[in-house]
């Protein structure tokens, strides 16, 4: 699962979780998962771009299930249909998919819950991203794997750095830190929100985490850097690019443009200004869809 990279840096695989794709909208589609057996439903609703992770996760999860699934998607729909990657997998999942006007989403969404009620079914409704209590749950209790490594390898982070979207990957990690009693910095790296705003989210979905789990908090730095969003979400540099095309080469695994490249590439330039010492914890959180359908 976390696989030495060099002496200072050590690689959480995520990419590697086991759920086609994998990734952090894996991991937290499985505790997702056992809301919607919970809440005895039977279709899932969501949304996200035509390259979503979680969008992927949902229509896969649903035909796991023999689940019937609705996907809100947003973006060029001609794309979509062209695509590779996470587009190709949601193409054959057998998910309804309907395009909508990013005004129009919260409309197109409400009107698949009821067209679902209409026909007999019980639809879930899944916040984009899996932004919901068990998304980060997912995170808290992989803290605890986090731990159990540690331990057994006798190697503990000072640092933790991955890729920040929604943001609750992070606000769990946080929330796990301190259920754990694990001692570690944790720096996200923004894919598309300023810093101000995604500090904000992280925030407020950390303290509801560990109000709705229980857990004492201890009141963690929240620290998301924007220095590295190259102009946008989806959008990159040609040192990014670079590190991308050069992954499997260099380190035998993907880093994708949107997210893991990102957050890669944010976090080289930060050991590197910062003069960080100590044990660097690089978690990965997937991607690898995005990377294959990147442009070559
Ligand atoms: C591969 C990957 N990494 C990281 C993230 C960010 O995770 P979160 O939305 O929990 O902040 C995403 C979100 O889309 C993702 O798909």
């Known amino acids: 699962m976390i696989e030495p990279l060099d002496y200072q840096i050590r690689v959480f695989r995520d990419d590697l979780y086991p759920f086609l794709g994998g990734g952090n909208k894996g991991r937290k589609i499985k505790f997702i998962e056992q809301a919607v057996i919970d809440n005895n439903c039977?279709?899932?609703?969501?949304?996200g771009g035509i390259q979503s992770n979680h969008c992927r996760a949902v229509a896969v999860l649903a035909a796991q299930n023999r689940w019937i699934c609705t996907l809100v998607?947003?973006?060029s729909e001609e794309e979509f249909r062209q695509s590779t990657?996470?587009?190709l997998i949601i193409r054959l999942s057998g998910a309804n998919i309907i395009f909508s006007a990013p005004e129009s989403i919260a409309f197109a969404m409400d009107k698949a819950l009821d067209d679902f009620k209409q026909s007999g079914s019980e639809p879930y409704y899944i916040w984009g991203g899996g932004h919901t209590m068990e998304g980060g749950l997912a995170y808290i209790e992989a803290v605890r794997e986090l731990k159990e490594y540690a331990e057994d390898a006798s190697w503990y982070p000072d640092y933790i750095f991955h890729a920040s979207g929604t943001g609750s990957t992070q606000a769990g990690i946080l929330a796990g830190l301190d259920k754990y009693q694990v001692d570690a910095k944790v720096?996200?790296?923004?894919?598309?929100?300023?810093?101000s705003r995604a500090e904000e989210v992280v925030q407020q979905f950390y303290e509801e985490l560990s109000d709705r789990y229980k857990i004492d908090r201890r009141e963690n730095d929240v620290i998301v850097l924007d220095d590295y969003l190259c102009g946008g979400y989806e959008r990159y540099d040609e040192g990014l690019l670079k590190l991308s095309k050069?992954?499997?080469?260099?380190?035998?695994f993907t880093l994708d443009t949107t997210y893991s490249g990102k957050a890669f590439y944010g976090m080289k330039d930060y050991i590197q200004k910062n003069n960080i010492r100590g044990n660097v914890l690089f978690w990965h959180t997937g991607g690898i869809f995005n990377f294959l359908s990147q442009q070559p």
């Open 42 to 47: 039977n279709a899932l609703v969501t949304t």
């Open 73 to 75: 998607l947003h973006g």
């Open 85 to 87: 990657g996470n587009a």
């Open 187 to 195: 720096i996200g790296i923004s894919v598309a929100r300023t810093r």
């Open 246 to 252: 050069d992954s499997i080469k260099n380190f035998g």
